[in-house]
């Protein structure tokens, strides 16, 4: 199954050049705003997602796992997810249209996160 | 760049994949079952454009699209993976065809993400056999009203 990565790169490095205190800051500043993005990525998929019994929208809304520091997972547990994400008549992509849309968005929200936070 | 992209790419898979009957371009109530396998598909799915520079001249573009195989067999279908896989991941790229159907030159490259087989749930439905999509996606940045384009 096709699996798409968000990745965050540099903060490491904007990490390394802080104190104690500023690092920790950052460090949850992240975490906050990937948490955010994500249940909003998960919502808008949901909403997108073709209806019958609900079952699909449901799962996808409470999907969002937090697996570990800024890493988080979202899908859905239904059988028919992949086939309906893959061939439905007209609604096909709504994980892969939302991902792209709302991944552009989550980069610029984390950017100006920490920027907030340094200042 | 959407229809010069989606011809190149169809264009591009017919010549370099020769084990392929037909490359399919997908729209509205299209029937796939009377094309003779093993055969492509190519469904475009959204793009992404970004504004990035001021005066609103330059944007970024993210077109993302899903191309079927379909196989007789198994075996045939992991063998036709692995070509298309290496066809559109190759760093030469896809020469650019214009609207007007001729060469520009140009070529571009794509990002291929990943591939998905999908079961066929329906045995009546031989077409759906042996199939599965790959996520292709191709970025661009050019000005506004132009053609020109880098990656």
Redesign the interface.
């Known amino acids: ?4 990565k968000f990745r965050v790169k540099g903060i490491d490095d904007v990490k390394s050049r802080l104190g104690t205190e500023g690092a920790v800051d950052v460090h949850s500043a992240v975490d906050d705003e990937m948490e955010k993005g994500i249940k909003r990525i998960a919502y808008k998929s949901g909403m997108e997602a073709p209806i019958d019994t609900g079952y699909l929208r449901s799962t996808i809304i409470d999907s969002p796992t937090k697996l570990d520091h800024a890493y988080y997972m979202y899908g859905s547990v239904a059988p028919y997810a ?2 309906q994400e ?2 439905h008549k007209t609604k ?2 709504f994980f ?2 939302v991902f ?2 709302e991944g ?1 968005k989550l980069t610029d929200d984390i950017a100006k996160r920490v920027k907030k936070t340094l200042e | 760049m959407l229809y010069e992209i989606s011809l190149s790419l169809r264009k591009y898979l017919e010549a370099k994949v020769l084990e392929i009957t037909k490359v399919q371009l997908l729209y509205d109530n299209i029937s796939l079952s009377e094309i003779p396998k093993p055969f492509l598909t190519i ?1 475009f ?2 793009d ?1 454009v ?1 504004v990035v520079a001021s005066g609103r001249s330059s944007v970024s573009e ?1 077109y ?1 699209f ?1 191309i079927g195989v379909f196989a007789n067999s198994y075996s045939e279908l992991l063998r036709l993976k692995a070509k298309v896989q290496d066809v559109l991941a190759s760093s030469d790229g896809v020469p650019l065809y214009d609207e007007a159907d001729m060469l520009t030159g140009d070529r571009f490259v794509c990002d291929v ?4 087989r ?1 079961p066929n ?1 329906d045995i009546a439905n031989e077409t759906n056999n042996h199939r599965g ?1 790959f ?1 292709v ?1 191709v970025r661009v940045l050019r000005n506004v009203g132009s053609k020109i384009f880098t990656q």
């Open positions: 199954m096709t699996r798409y992949q086939r893959y061939e096909r992509g892969r249209r792209t849309v552009a | 469904d799915l959204n992404v970004t993210s993302n899903q993400v990943g591939f998905t999908m749930e999509y996520d996606s």
